[in-house]
């Protein structure tokens, strides 16, 4: 299917964010998900399928108005699977997403 | 001397008839230049994209940012910058590439921590692809992106 039949692009936007753990954006928010893959996404050492991420877990995040999502290079996520993600965190008021792809939790 | 008069007459519509069919294919010659000349004028001349994907459905309504950057992932892993392709396989090369691109792409009035990228990627990759891409542009501080998407009802 030839990309340029699609007259009517529309976008998600984010930003890269380094891997180190020194990360300010990363580090910040307690709004740090990890994608599993197969809608799987742990978050606080639960795990949940997208859609039952349960309503609490996004409300503690709306105040912040930022989420990190964090893609392990091992996993089997596609980018339609992400673009799920970023769909799914900007309809319930996560503006700001911050993409990485590797993250260790500071000490 | 009757036969004559009758053969002017029958030469004279003949010579007639070709004149009248002219005359009445001026104003359609007009209509289509004047239509050709319109199209030129209003009509919008779009890069084409050289390559194939299958983009990302998206509920998002937001259009698509116009970046001086545009990198494309095909299905089958290729990848393109500025509807360049990129032959390479080290991370090193492809950060060089894109140092490349940033400075000669008429990027010049951009300051690489202003310059938004655009993505489009083939839907069903692994979104490990992006790695590479994400690095590279990161090293050069470059950190706003935009993952080129179509609506869901496409």
Known sequence: ?107 | MWINHKTEILIAQQSKTPSTSETHLIPLINIVFLMLIFFMVAGHIAEQDTTELIPPQSTSKQGLTETALTIIITADGNLWINNQQFFGESPKRLEEQLQTHIKTSHLNSHTSNSLEVVLKVDSQLSAKVLDPVLQGLRTLNVNKFHLATIDTNT
Do not use: C
């Open chain 1, 1 to 107: 299917m030839l990309s340029s039949t699609f007259s009517q692009w529309h976008q998600l936007s984010f930003s890269n964010t380094t891997q180190t753990n020194n990360t300010t954006a990363v580090t910040k928010t307690p709004n740090r998900f990890l994608l599993l893959g197969l809608n799987k996404i742990k978050h606080q050492d639960r795990t949940y399928n997208l859609d039952q991420l349960e309503f609490e877990v996004l409300t503690q995040s709306l105040s912040q108005q930022q989420a990190a999502i964090i893609v392990t290079p091992n996993t089997k996520v596609t980018i339609q699977e992400l673009v799920n993600t970023l769909d799914y965190f900007k309809a319930h008021g996560l503006n700001q997403i911050h993409l990485t792809s590797s993250y260790t939790e500071p000490q």
